[in-house]
């Protein structure tokens, strides 16, 4: 009796622990009746098996003291030596549970991939021979770029095949397209998109670049300065007919090459195939009609009354605005005109000790610097602190969009973007990054 009762007293003290365990790793390898790899299924066991991939490195779970440190306590000792092994067993516990899942995924996919690039599968043969496509899969000595001795080889076979994605590299421009296999953010690898400069099976969902953006360009390295843009690779809309043409065509010969397309979302925003964009989804403070205000045709000019109205509102998912000021360029009115975050906030404004934004960081980034045939009055300390009044200088803001032919589109080099904060609507505009004069309106909530 005394035993049963332990036995059960211990079966519910077990069984937390055992029902938290993570099950066991079950791939699910599956074919095409020509007996190809099914590379949305391949994609789902490959996301499971990365998302294992261990994040705690046990050699640096022992912390090293130098012999200059003063001696410890027995009580400190004591914990350091519990963390330490605390480290090191949640380090272990991470790669066998990682080592566990992909020797599972190589068991479920290895032999279908052989058996599949036996029939000719030239997207599991790429797969299998770039080890960008995913750390995964266990190429063993074979051929593939992840074997020194044998990368060569393996690029002559990519070059055979054709799937040009797979071996070309970036030549440090910028892309413009549409759609692409895979996306070249040029020289400065530092924005969020930089994630899709790979071609990887497993990608994260849609992302934007995550700066500030200035119309086409984004502040250059990180930096604040609106006029030191990137390279960009302006394709004529015949390069854009042919390159369109050209992807429709290989997926047609192909569908599954699919499974690596990104397609670009507004200017910026490039979303993998099988995923969806939601910077179009804006929060529902920016909706309702504004009254327009104030405003200046350059920012560091005093602001005068003006007379308008910018009515925000949702089609569908989508938030759009209309636009009914009878101004000019750059801020003639539009209909209907497509709202989207671009992913960028505004930065944290340097004061000055009177208080003022210094030029060199305002909201908005650097102006110090009037070499791009800026007005020099940009350069003025406080020169912007009435056109960004409403603006907290403690708070940072999210840049949304303006994207339709009459604000930023492909065919202009125009800026035009919102900022929110509170009741106030500020909107900024010029017809180029590197234009003399950078329109301002604000426009309060109605009732």
């Not at 499971?48 to 440190?69: G, Q």
């Not at 992840?146 to 071996?167: D, H, T, V, W």
């Not at 910028?174 to 996306?183: I, K, L, N």
């Not at 993998?272 to 009609?289: E, H, I, K, N, Y």
């Amino acid at each position: 009796m005394k035993s049963a009762i332990a036995t059960a007293l211990l079966t519910c003290l077990l069984w937390p622990i055992a029902a938290w365990a993570a099950p066991p790793f079950q791939p699910r390898a599956t074919v095409d009746g020509r007996g190809f790899v099914d590379v949305w299924a391949l994609r789902r066991d490959v996301i499971a098996v990365e998302a294992l991939t261990p994040t705690i490195n046990s050699d640096f779970c022992d912390r090293e003291r130098s012999p200059d440190d003063p001696p410890m306590s027995k009580r400190a000792a004591a914990r350091l030596a519990h963390e330490e092994m605390s480290c090191a067993n949640k380090a272990a516990e991470q790669e066998a549970r990682f080592e566990s899942a992909r020797a599972a995924f190589n068991a479920a996919w290895l032999p279908k991939f052989k058996a599949a690039i036996g029939k000719g599968d030239l997207v599991a043969e790429v797969i299998y021979l770039q080890c960008e496509t995913t750390t995964a899969l266990d190429r063993g000595e074979d051929p593939s770029t992840c074997n020194n001795a044998k990368a060569s080889q393996a690029l002559a076979r990519l070059r055979e095949i054709g799937f040009e994605p797979a071996y070309e590299r970036c030549d440090g421009r910028v892309q413009t397209w549409q759609r692409a296999f895979r996306y070249c953010t040029g020289e400065y690898d530092i924005w969020a998109t930089d994630a899709f400069r790979q071609l990887r099976l497993n990608r994260p969902a849609a992302l934007t670049p995550g700066n500030l953006t200035w119309g086409r360009e984004l502040h250059r390295g990180g930096g604040t300065s609106p006029f030191s843009g990137r390279t960009f690779f302006y394709a004529t809309a015949e390069h854009h007919q042919a390159r369109e043409l050209a992807i429709d065509q290989l997926l047609q010969r192909e569908p599954r090459w699919a499974v690596f397309l990104l397609t670009r979302v507004g200017r910026h925003e490039w979303v993998p195939q099988g995923t969806t964009s939601a910077t179009g989804q804006l929060d529902a403070a920016w909706l309702g009609r504004w009254r327009l205000e104030r405003g200046a045709d350059n920012w560091t000019a005093p602001l005068q009354p003006m007379a308008g109205t910018a009515d925000i509102h949702r089609v569908g998912e989508a938030f759009r605005i209309t636009l009914q000021t009878g101004a000019g360029a750059p801020l003639v009115d539009a209909t209907d005109c497509p709202l989207r975050y671009s992913g960028g906030l505004t930065y944290l404004p340097k004061l000055t000790g009177q208080g003022q934004q210094s030029a060199e960081r305002t909201a908005l980034g650097d102006f110090s610097s009037t070499g791009n045939g800026l007005d020099a009055s940009f350069a003025n300390d406080g020169a912007a602190d009435a056109a960004l009044a409403p603006l907290s200088t403690k708070k940072r803001y999210r840049q949304v969009l303006m994207q339709c032919d009459q604000a930023e589109a492909d065919g202009n080099d125009r800026v035009r973007f919102l900022l929110l904060s509170g009741d106030w609507l500020l909107e900024f505009a010029t017809e180029a990054p590197d234009g003399r004069k950078l329109a301002v309106r604000h426009y309060r909530r109605e009732p």
